[in-house]
């Protein structure tokens, strides 16, 4: 439940001045306000002085960190901090992380969960913390999810951290094509105000029945101002604005062909999708030989679906740098979790492919008679449609 923002703080600064604080950040801004600096990060640090607040502020071009000794020093320079407009507060203590955020009527909405601790290894060390999103956590109280579907969605968060850059604070806006239960939505919208990033976040699915669903859990957890719906095709869903990141885990079949082609479209900064099915390419190659010498390929079915899977994901990955994209496909969770483990992770460069890319690509499809569906989406033609033109251009 939302709390008076006075009140939040000053548990706030509690927890900054305190000895147990490990970290903290604050970042992005309120309704109608803007902090003087988009993103500031606190941490104890011990120097030959002796122990001391750090803390590293940025302007958006460069950062500046200064060392403030405790007592008056840091009093001042933590309430300085508190007094900014900053949207989100992220604290890690060594018992507890606290999330805030300002809503847009000015209160405070308050998450606080126990810290989640290093595993002990059979001989008696710490081990690294094995989940970026702690499957305890208790925002899976509320969203549900097997142990299966909680290991994939904190693997596909590793390679979004991996994918964003260190500094970024936001705003970040970011669509979920196909999202079916939400799962991932709502734990890349609590790993994302986690570090401290300005977010806004849309869901997209086919059915009615989800997107109420989802809108219900949005309200329950206090995010539908930053959280929020909508029904519809990947292809047809209404998205205003254009997203920067784009994600689709698990979209059937071609439906990831059309998640990639509105990313495209939008001409998305990030674009991490996962593919599930390869049914499209794998009827192609039944209906035709294979060209020689690769007709052992394709002769036996197994082979011929496991090889359809790959030469998929390959063609994606082609397009997407004729389109000027840095594409790599990548394994995101080991198969012991999920056979469809691959990740096709996508950033847009500064200009567009290249010609060798793009005969490269051009002799592969055309070695062995294919037409991908993301190539006819992306060429036009019938499938498209005004809503995949990039809106801010």
């Known amino acids: 439940m939302p709390v008076p923002l006075d009140d939040a703080l000053t548990d706030l600064r509690s927890l900054l001045l305190g000895p147990a604080l490990t970290r903290a950040v604050a970042a992005g801004r309120r309704r109608g306000q803007r902090p ?28 500046h960190t200064r060392n403030v ?5 840091a009093d001042e320079a933590v309430d300085a901090l508190l007094a900014e407009p900053f949207g989100n507060w992220h604290v890690e203590t060594t018992d507890a992380t606290v999330q805030l955020r300002v809503t847009k009527s000015g209160e405070a909405q308050v998450h606080r969960a126990a810290a989640t601790r290093p595993a002990v290894a059979s001989d008696g060390h710490d ?58 939505t709502f734990a890349a919208y609590r790993y994302l105000t986690r570090r ?37 095709t990947i292809l047809d ?10 994600l689709a885990l698990h979209a059937c079949d071609t439906a990831t062909d059309e998640a990639l082609a509105r990313a ?23 209906a035709r030989p294979a060209p ?39 394994e995101f969770v080991d198969s012991r979790h999920t056979p469809r483990n691959l990740l096709i992770r996508a950033r847009r ?30 060429d036009g033609g019938a499938d498209r449609r005004p809503e995949l033109v990039d809106r801010r251009q």
């Open 36 to 63: 003087s600096v988009v993103r500031a990060e606190l941490r104890p640090v011990t120097l030959k002085a002796g122990p001391r607040l750090q803390i590293s502020t940025s302007d958006g071009n460069r950062p």
């Open 69 to 73: 000794a405790p007592g008056q020093e």
């Open 127 to 184: 081990r690294e913390k094995e989940y970026l999103l702690d499957p305890g956590d208790p925002i899976f109280a509320e969203i549900g999810g097997s142990a299966a579907k909680r290991r994939q969605v904190d693997a596909f968060l590793r390679a979004l951290a991996a994918t964003l850059p260190d500094e970024l604070t936001g705003p970040l806006r970011v669509v979920d094509l196909g999202c079916g239960n939400a799962y991932l």
């Open 196 to 232: 401290g990033v300005d977010v806004e976040l849309v869901g997209v699915d086919v059915r009615e029945d989800q997107r109420h669903r989802n809108s219900a859990l949005a309200e329950r957890l206090g995010w539908a101002d930053r959280v929020r719906f909508v029904a519809g």
């Open 237 to 246: 869903a209404e998205v205003d604005p254009a997203p920067d990141l784009v």
């Open 264 to 286: 495209v479209r939008w001409r998305a900064r990030w674009v991490l999708a996962a593919p599930c099915c390869h049914h499209d390419l794998a009827a192609q190659l039944r």
């Open 292 to 330: 020689a010498p690769y007709e052992l390929l394709t002769r036996q079915g197994i082979l011929r679906e496991r090889f359809a899977d790959v030469l998929t994901d390959a063609l994606r990955a082609g397009l997407l740098r004729s389109h000027g994209y840095r594409a790599e496909v990548v």
């Open 349 to 378: 460069g500064t200009g567009a492919g290249t010609d060798e890319q793009r005969a490269e690509y051009r002799a592969l499809v055309g070695q062995w008679q294919v037409t991908p569906r993301l190539e006819t989406l992306l």
